[in-house]
């Protein structure tokens, strides 16, 4: 772990001034309004995700069994086949063809089998890749880790404050250039999305951890490679109605209650950082400032997590 001092930053994000703002862009930051000022107390981070190889020691340790590995229960599915309600998870299935970028359910599917042993479902093993980011994580999974490991997960104010690494105000944890000087600074999509990630930053998918630089404060991978719980219910309104005392707001935890409009049954938790599928296509969730959400016991191929640990433990 590495310490991350604390302090007061401008917690959020607008669209940055390019002169070809995208939708995709714009759609980014919609939730991420007001920019106010933040106030985090200093605290330990895990340097890197939480690996394939940590979660075997954890699994090992304690015999835990990840949602993904166990079947979904038929009363909260009234509607879903038989042949559905099996262990698994979803995992982003590239399209043959291009395709409109207004439906995710074009490029994800529900893989039987598919778990954090089994990336992209049976026949994979995470064996052969003891350095990726484990996957497949739920909310409950990784909150299970970081209780086992005496940690907790983050906030979202303390990754966004740790994701900037001690700069001030830019577009992403390493400045406000995507690609400074022509260099990959992140794992992130690239070619025609859906069909194919050419890999140009050297990894067409998942990357091990460690394979980009660090930022300020010497964490790696807050942008890119896999999305991050953070403890934070989502809800589109939080940084609108968030309570504050003399323009200042000190260690945020997040509204006491989940509310995704587009989605309001179901139970979001905030996801920080972005993934190797974000683009500037569709997600370009990988901006600092940028804020994910994700349903609490629903997994995939490019959620993790890493955890974090109070200054006083």
Same mark, same amino acid.
């Given at each position: 772990?590495? %310490?991350?001092?604390g &302090?007061?930053?401008?917690?959020?994000?607008?669209?940055?001034?390019?002169?070809?703002?995208?939708?995709?862009?714009?759609?980014?930051?919609?939730?991420t309004?007001?920019?106010?000022?933040?106030?985090?107390?200093?605290?330990?981070?895990?340097?890197?995700?939480? =690996?394939?190889?940590?979660? =075997?020691?954890?699994?090992?340790?304690?015999?835990?069994?990840?949602?993904?590995?166990?079947?979904?229960?038929?009363?909260?599915?009234?509607?879903?086949?038989?042949?559905?309600?099996?262990?698994?998870?979803?995992?982003? +299935?590239?399209?043959?063809?291009?395709?409109?970028?207004?439906n995710?359910?074009?490029w994800?599917?529900?893989?039987?089998?598919?778990?954090?042993?089994?990336?992209?479902?049976?026949?994979?093993?995470i064996?052969?890749?003891?350095?990726?980011?484990?996957?497949?994580?739920?909310?409950?999974d990784?909150?299970?880790?970081?209780?086992?490991?005496g940690?907790?997960?983050?906030? /979202?104010? /303390?990754?966004?404050?740790?994701?900037?690494g &001690?700069?001030?105000?830019?577009?992403?944890?390493? &400045?406000?250039?995507?690609?400074?000087?022509?260099?990959?600074?992140?794992?992130?999509?690239?070619?025609?999305?859906?069909?194919?990630?050419?890999?140009s930053?050297?990894?067409?998918?998942?990357?091990p951890?460690?394979?980009?630089p660090?930022?300020?404060?010497?964490?790696?991978?807050?942008?890119?490679n896999? %999305?991050?719980?953070?403890?934070?219910?989502?809800? =589109?309104? +939080?940084y609108?109605?968030?309570?504050?005392?003399a323009g200042?707001?000190?260690?945020?935890?997040?509204?006491?209650? +989940?509310?995704?409009?587009? /989605?309001?049954?179901?139970k979001?938790?905030?996801?920080?950082?972005? +993934?190797f599928?974000?683009?500037?296509?569709?997600?370009?969730?990988?901006?600092? &400032?940028?804020?994910?959400?994700? /349903?609490?016991?629903t997994?995939?191929?490019?959620?993790?997590?890493?955890?974090?640990?109070?200054?006083?433990r």
């Amino acid at each position: 772990m590495v %310490w991350i001092p604390g &302090g007061t930053f401008s917690r959020g994000a607008l669209a940055p001034d390019t002169g070809f703002c995208t939708n995709a862009t714009r759609d980014a930051v919609n939730d991420t309004q007001p920019i106010r000022r933040v106030r985090v107390d200093g605290f330990w981070m895990d340097e890197t995700v939480v =690996t394939n190889e940590a979660f =075997t020691r954890f699994v090992t340790a304690t015999k835990y069994i990840t949602i993904a590995e166990v079947a979904p229960n038929p009363k909260d599915f009234p509607d879903a086949p038989p042949e559905m309600l099996v262990p698994g998870s979803l995992v982003f +299935s590239a399209s043959p063809e291009p395709v409109q970028l207004t439906n995710a359910a074009r490029w994800w599917r529900y893989v039987p089998g598919a778990s954090w042993r089994h990336p992209t479902g049976p026949g994979s093993d995470i064996l052969k890749n003891p350095h990726d980011p484990v996957v497949h994580i739920a909310y409950a999974d990784a909150l299970a880790y970081a209780t086992w490991a005496g940690k907790r997960l983050p906030t /979202e104010a /303390e990754f966004e404050f740790a994701a900037r690494g &001690g700069l001030a105000g830019q577009t992403y944890a390493w &400045g406000n250039e995507f690609m400074p000087q022509g260099r990959h600074m992140a794992n992130t999509y690239q070619g025609t999305f859906p069909m194919a990630d050419v890999g140009s930053d050297g990894f067409p998918g998942i990357a091990p951890v460690r394979q980009f630089p660090a930022n300020g404060y010497h964490l790696y991978d807050m942008a890119g490679n896999v %999305w991050q719980w953070c403890s934070d219910w989502y809800r =589109t309104d +939080s940084y609108a109605t968030e309570q504050r005392s003399a323009g200042l707001i000190v260690n945020p935890s997040g509204p006491a209650e +989940s509310y995704d409009p587009d /989605e309001p049954g179901l139970k979001k938790r905030v996801q920080r950082g972005g +993934s190797f599928l974000c683009t500037d296509q569709y997600c370009t969730r990988y901006m600092v &400032g940028a804020r994910g959400k994700g /349903e609490i016991s629903t997994s995939s191929n490019h959620v993790g997590f890493r955890c974090v640990r109070d200054a006083h433990r």
